[in-house]
């Protein structure tokens, strides 16, 4: 079973930042992607960043240029850079990682992030 904790949401202002950690119970190379979802209330959850095994990353439209996702192999974790945080950022963030081999995601236990404007 994949252990996945994340840590660093909080309540911030608008225009403020955060940075978000998922510390992975695995190597990320076990992982053939990580990334982050979140969900509002009463929304479906969407996917915010992903990263693949490779490397190469993808975000959603309404944080591109404002989120950043990294990783650190020796730590086996992935980060979530927030950056001018707006109000509608609000939600709980998931960190989810896929097992190579496997067609599903494993979750983590979501970490809240409240923009206050």
């Known amino acids: 079973q994949v252990q996945l904790v994340e840590s660093g949401g909080g309540l911030v202002q608008a225009g403020g930042s955060l940075r978000l950690s998922c510390a992975a119970s695995?190597?990320?190379?076990?992982?053939?992607?990580m990334g982050w979802y979140r969900q509002a209330p009463g929304k479906q959850r969407e996917l915010v960043a992903l990263?693949?095994?490779?490397?190469?990353?993808t975000y959603a439209d309404s944080v591109k240029g404002r989120f950043t996702i990294s990783r650190d192999i020796a730590k086996k974790s992935v980060y979530l850079q927030m950056n001018s945080l707006k109000s509608e950022d609000t939600a709980v963030y998931y960190c989810a990682a896929r097992l190579i081999g496997r067609g599903l995601y494993d979750w983590g236990q979501g970490t809240q992030v409240t923009v206050s404007s």
């Open positions: 695995e190597s990320i190379f076990s992982f053939n992607a």
């Open positions: 990263m693949l095994n490779s490397g190469t990353t």
